[in-house]
């Protein structure tokens, strides 16, 4: 944009909601190279006779925040249940079109879902880690994907994932405590030690603050942005100052399209239509 151009581009947001959005974007770097680890082709999804994703096509760079916005019931969450097939588990549902990680296309005959989920991390709206201990939260999924051999080899991935989870150091002491007695936010911590641990490619977080207080909000954001230096991160999210905080690029959904992707910072500085400007702007949603 032009400076000449800058003044207007300026006078056209509110006030009271757009005109900081400049103060937040400065530690929302690229990462280097930005290589697609996820890409979207044409996907059409329907739930029976209802047309719930309408010829969606989005880029998902490695190793940053994209962030998923929109009113609720505009299709978010069935976006990101069809990059790890959550969705094929519902019946009377229909896919079309091409999601590829890593340059594969997931939907291909060969692909064992069951192995595909494996390489996508989920952390849900609500905390729901197992009724077990938490080190045995930690351990399903190496477990699971036969990741060790011996228990001191366990031992060192359980530790490194809290670690990762910056939750190490809060319950060292309470390992074999229930995973169910910590905090909501110490909660939504281990789901996300849990889904590391496995080693994904992508972790997926279907508002994962929806049910946190600020603290635990936070303490969730921070961590999400000393995770995206190793993982490729997906995020639906309702709270656009959390979207602005994160990520480093964001798409805007509306009845089933997407209506616009790019940079975080030219996506809440300069939308491009009336529609997704109206949402960020708390005008609607």
């Not at 996820?38 to 490695?62: I, M, P, R, T």
């Not at 989870?165 to 229930?178: G, K, N, P, T, V």
Request: proline fraction near 4%.
């Amino acid at each position: 944009m032009s400076a000449s151009e800058q003044p207007q581009a300026k006078q056209d947001r509110d006030p009271t909601t757009l005109v900081d959005w400049e103060l937040r974007f400065n530690d929302n770097k690229h990462a280097e190279g930005r290589n697609v680890e996820v890409e979207v082709e044409k996907l059409n999804f329907w739930y029976g006779d209802k047309h719930a994703l309408q010829d969606v096509s989005l880029n998902v760079f490695a190793k940053e925040v994209t962030a998923l916005i929109g009113p609720s019931g505009c299709g978010k969450s069935t976006l990101i249940r069809c990059f790890n097939r959550m969705n094929d588990l519902i019946r009377d549902t229909r896919i079309d079109g091409r999601i590829r990680l890593q340059g594969q296309d997931i939907y291909e005959a060969y692909q064992d879902p069951a192995d595909l989920r494996a390489r996508f991390g989920w952390i849900a709206q609500k905390p729901n880690p197992f009724p077990n201990s938490v080190y045995d939260n930690v351990a399903y999924g190496i477990r699971l994907r036969g990741l060790v051999e011996t228990h001191d080899e366990m031992d060192v991935l359980v530790e490194d994932a809290l670690r990762k989870a910056d939750l190490w150091s809060e319950i060292r002491d309470r390992m074999h405590e229930a995973g169910t007695d910590l905090s909501g936010g110490q909660q939504q911590r281990l789901c996300i030690a849990r889904a590391i641990a496995s080693r994904p490619d992508v972790i997926l977080m279907d508002e994962p603050c929806s049910a946190l207080d600020p603290t635990a909000t936070q303490h969730i954001e921070d961590l999400i942005g000393e995770l995206r230096k190793q993982y490729t991160i997906v995020i639906v999210t309702h709270n656009m100052q959390q979207a602005a905080r994160i990520s480093q690029r964001a798409a805007f959904m509306h009845l089933g399209k997407l209506l616009e992707d790019g940079d975080t910072e030219q996506v809440f500085l300069n939308p491009q239509t009336d529609l997704c400007k109206n949402y960020i702007t708390g005008r609607y949603g």
